[in-house]
């Protein structure tokens, strides 16, 4: 009776931390029958990360952030006298993380800042406030669950700060949410190498895009050091970026286009394509067999007029071809062929972009 007191207690723990989490994991439904539900599992561990295609999604927990959300969290809003915009210029998907798992993706780019109360870090995309009750730390549990019902899957998680200064509370607080008993199980211990795929398996994998300059050790956590100092801000061309001494990337990630206030949608959408396209046909070449592949389909130009949101270079606007339909298109191209990680705004429309991307 008492081990069964003990285990029920710990799984209403744990179902307490997931609903906790739900407004930005959301909740898992049953669809083991989807192909993409698992399909690192048609893989030998042998496989090398970096010769790897897998699908992400940029500013992946902004998938809630409607006008009904904005509203609930005005008054938060208000007392750090940040700006109430039109969420559609913050918000990059429209479906949950545990979706996303379902539907293959296993890249997963994550904002994070301190809330309110500098006590409890949580998502934010600039200044939009993403939820104050799932904290960073409560869909970290939720990713743990996942991995321990899909054990042959292996996910990839970049951690970056927003809006915030990145003060010594703020790294403290995040080293501790990483070092944890429990994110030491599941996080992969590995320290500037991605390895193999069975390495990674049932893993998460950091891509670390902060710095811990002011805790001892510069936090010594695992993962590859993919920090602002290393990171070219906005480059209209793929940038070679050396995450450990013995590593190297290849990443795009041109999201905002420097072209006149007064271009055409048309015109942004295919300069932004351009620097796409580059970096997978890069990838695609096999010229760097070694080197990790990093893209970035997303982008948005706020300041234009008429302005365009991140929702507009996906799926296009005025006649313009949107970036995924595009991209569509290169991957039937590419198929077959070594293209790394790729990260998506709105990835299930058109539909078929993470099957083709996979081979499936």
């Known amino acids: 009776m008492g081990s069964f007191k003990k285990d029920a207690l710990t799984d209403y723990a744990l179902q307490k931390v997931l609903k906790d989490a739900e407004p930005i994991f959301g909740t898992e439904t049953n669809v083991s029958t989807i192909p993409t539900e698992r ?13 790897m295609n897998i699908p992400g999604t940029h500013d992946s927990a902004t998938w809630n952030y409607t006008l009904e959300t904005q509203a609930a969290l005005a008054p938060v809003s208000a007392l750090l006298g940040l700006p109430q915009l039109d969420p559609t210029f913050y918000q990059c998907q429209s479906i949950s993380l545990a979706s996303m798992l379902s539907k293959g993706i296993r890249a997963f780019d994550l904002r994070y800042a301190f809330d309110a109360t500098k ?18 730390e409560d869909v ?17 998680l970049s951690f970056q700060l927003e809006r915030d ?3 010594t509370d703020t790294q403290k607080e ?6 944890s008993p429990v994110a030491k199980h599941y996080i992969n211990s590995a320290v500037g190498v991605f390895g193999t795929l069975g390495e990674a398996r049932g893993k998460i994998t950091l891509l ?29 061309t793929p940038f070679v970026l050396e995450y450990s001494s013995s590593g190297r990337a290849w990443i795009e990630d041109y999201y905002q286009p420097r072209t006149a206030i007064n271009s055409t949608a048309s015109e942004d959408i295919q300069i932004k394509f351009d620097a796409v396209q580059k970096n ?11 080197d990790f592949f990093w893209t970035f389909t997303s982008a948005t130009k706020i300041l234009n007029s008429p302005s365009l949101r991140p929702v507009d270079f996906a799926q296009g606007k005025d006649g313009a071809k949107g970036i995924n ?35 499936l």
Do not use: C
Not at 119 to 136: C, I, K, N, Q, R
């Open 165 to 167: 200064k990145n003060s």
């Open 325 to 359: 339909e595009q991209l569509l298109t290169l991957l039937k191209e590419l198929k077959g062929k070594r293209l790394g990680v790729v990260m998506m705004d709105f990835f299930h429309q058109p539909e078929g972009l993470v099957e083709t991307l996979l081979g």
């Open 39 to 51: 399909w690192m599992s048609k893989y030998a561990d042998d496989v090398p990360i970096v010769r």
């Open 140 to 156: 970290l549990y939720a990713f743990y669950n996942w991995l321990d019902t899909h054990p042959s899957e292996a996910l990839f």
């Open 119 to 136: 006590s409890t870090l949580v998502f934010w995309h600039g200044s939009a406030l993403l939820s104050e009750t799932a904290t960073v």
């Open 280 to 290: 997978l046909r890069s990838a695609a070449g096999g010229d760097h067999p070694n």
């Open 208 to 236: 670390k895009r902060f710095v811990m300059d002011t805790i001892p050790n510069n936090g010594s956590l695992p993962g590859l050091d993919f920090s602002p100092p290393r990171w070219t801000d906005n480059s209209e």
């Open 174 to 179: 995040l080293h501790r949410i990483l070092s």
